[in-house]
């Protein structure tokens, strides 16, 4: 950006000392001019942007100001991805010819590939003075998403919209906006006006679904996710949602379905492969044969992320608590369970419990008391481990009297 403020700041000079366009040349200088502007141009169309400048620079004299040399110049040096220079001579232009809107688009867009969001929205404000277009107003949109402004950018996307409502980019954009707002019910709404024109739109029709099951409705989520794989989309969002959506309906076969096509298409998400655990637990898999594959799957694939961590050491636990022979795994997955999470208190009386059913009483007594200490009273929980904790003790005294 330093170079780009050092340019702006030469072209500044140059235009004040630029005060009139340069006098009438000979008719040879103009046809001359007329050859090499031709041959510029055609040099940019076959990208060979370097040559196309190093003629055109020939005819920027500090003189006179040549509208059409520059433009083509400014063009030149956006293609070839030197946006400062872009940038610089695009001000210029905009400065001397102010009703020329391509210029300004122009600035708006070389501002943006410079990541100088705040000049691109005043660039593309100062077009919209002049016309209200649709794409340059979901580009500002776009320029307050890259600057977190949630706000400012659905505001932008809707203006477009009012003027262009079936343009499905820009419908996406602002469901998006919504859903990361958590405006579930604005989503809703937005993405039905569209479908109420186009029912089966392979981009806004997920997002609607998307939207349904982030709001907690399974129910019309599996109908519209349904509807996408009905009319032939095979994708991972779609068989990933439609799975999570039937787990959270209790449609156990259709979930481990859904999800196992899921991880045909992408198999590098570690909450897939634990969500496939999971659903075939519940649905009451044999534990070493399907359920634990599919955990450690996950397991190989895990970043030391805490929760992560807790919730699959938790499903393993839970794999192992049920067979008496191997309560001592459960023992050491619940450990580790809470240990990643201490705020999973249920760790600690399963623990105790596995203990008591393996007749430790005094480790289950520990684990018990550990778990009294944390928890609140008068909860179904405490007062379980208290019952527990009572019997315990009588256990124990029976065996020190004995």
């Not at 122009?106 to 100088?116: D, E, F, N, V």
């Not at 660039?123 to 977190?148: K, M, N």
């Not at 929980?381 to 005294?397: H, P, Q, W």
């Amino acid at each position: 950006m330093r170079h780009l403020h050092i340019l702006t700041l030469l072209i500044g000079i140059l235009l004040c000392c630029s005060l009139s366009i340069a006098g009438a040349q000979a008719p040879d200088s103009l046809e001359i001019r007329k050859g090499v502007l031709s041959e510029a141009r055609y040099l940019k169309s076959i990208y060979k942007t370097d040559e196309a400048i190093e003629k055109l620079s020939a005819y920027v004299k500090p003189d006179s100001f040549d509208e059409e040399v520059l433009s083509e110049l400014a063009d030149c040096h956006f293609q070839s991805g030197d946006y400062e220079s872009a940038a610089g001579i695009y001000f210029l232009l905009s400065s001397r010819a102010p009703g020329n809107i391509l210029y300004k688009i122009r600035q708006m867009q070389t501002y943006s590939r410079l990541k100088a969001w705040p000049q691109s929205i005043r660039a593309g404000r100062e077009v919209l003075q002049s016309d209200s277009i649709p794409a340059v107003l979901s580009f500002i949109g776009d320029a307050f998403r890259q600057t977190e402004q949630a706000d400012s950018a659905l505001w932008y996307y809707r203006r477009s919209l009012a003027l262009k409502p079936m343009n499905e980019t820009v419908v996406s954009k602002a469901v998006n906006v919504l859903i990361g707002n958590k405006d579930y019910d604005g989503a809703i709404s937005l993405t039905g006006a569209f479908l109420s024109e186009d029912p089966d739109n392979t981009l806004i029709a997920p997002l609607q679904g998307l939207a349904y099951y982030r709001k907690g409705d399974y129910e019309p989520a599996i109908d519209v996710f349904q509807r996408q794989k009905d009319i032939g989309v095979d994708t991972y969002p779609v068989h990933y949602y439609l799975g999570q959506s039937y787990w959270h309906a209790n449609v156990l076969y259709e979930a481990e379905k859904e999800l196992l096509k899921a991880w045909q298409i992408d198999s590098s998400d570690v909450n897939l492969a634990y969500s496939i655990a999971a659903v075939k637990s519940e649905a009451d898999r044999p534990f070493e044969k399907d359920v634990k594959p599919w955990l450690d799957k996950a397991w190989e694939m895990i970043q030391p992320d805490p929760a992560t961590m807790s919730r699959l050491h938790q499903q393993y636990g839970l794999g192992y608590y049920g067979n008496p022979q191997t309560w001592d795994k459960a023992i050491e997955h619940y450990k580790e369970a809470y240990r990643y999470n201490p705020k999973f208190i249920s760790a600690l009386s399963t623990i105790a419990y596995c203990y008591e059913q393996k007749k430790d009483y005094k480790r289950a007594l520990e684990w018990y008391n550990k778990y009294l200490a944390v928890a609140k009273p008068g909860t179904k929980g405490y007062e379980f481990v208290t019952e527990s904790v009572k019997y315990l003790k009588g256990e124990l005294f029976m065996e020190e009297t004995e």
